[in-house]
């Protein structure tokens, strides 16, 4: 499944982005939408995620409580809200898809993947 992915940008520490990602087909319920991020020199890691027909919801401890991820399958988008934003979360995000409608961490559960969308937080 095709993915889009935007909204990133230059922020201040403690401010605040929103990332969306759209997806193309028909099926976007069918699958399990996530959020990862990969920071400088770092290995790719798990933000958040969301199921595609309950839509309940899971996050990195770093993400508690910060961010909030959802979904509109009606317009087949992803979005990721991020709040009080620190240096740390400076990363190239991605948002990937699911081979099914579960929420997962693993990475290796994704075989779709958008392309990044870059996240600097200045402190």
């Known amino acids: 499944v095709p993915l889009q992915a935007s909204g990133g940008g230059l922020v201040q520490a403690g401010g605040c982005l929103r990332l969306?990602?759209?997806?193309?087909?028909?099926?976007?319920?069918?699958?399990?939408m996530g959020w990862f991020r990969q920071p400088p020199g770092k290995e790719r890691e798990f933000v958040a995620a969301v199921s595609g027909r309950t839509t309940s919801t899971y996050y990195a401890d770093s993400a508690k409580g910060r961010f909030t991820i959802s979904r509109d399958n009606a317009k087949n988008t992803v979005s990721l809200q991020m709040n009080s934003l620190k240096p740390e979360d400076t990363a190239v995000y991605y948002c990937a898809a699911t081979g099914d409608a579960i929420r997962t961490a693993t990475i290796t559960d994704y075989p779709y993947w958008g392309q990044g969308t870059q996240v600097t937080v200045s402190s």
């Open positions: 969306s990602c759209a997806a193309s087909g028909r099926t976007f319920s069918s699958y399990g």
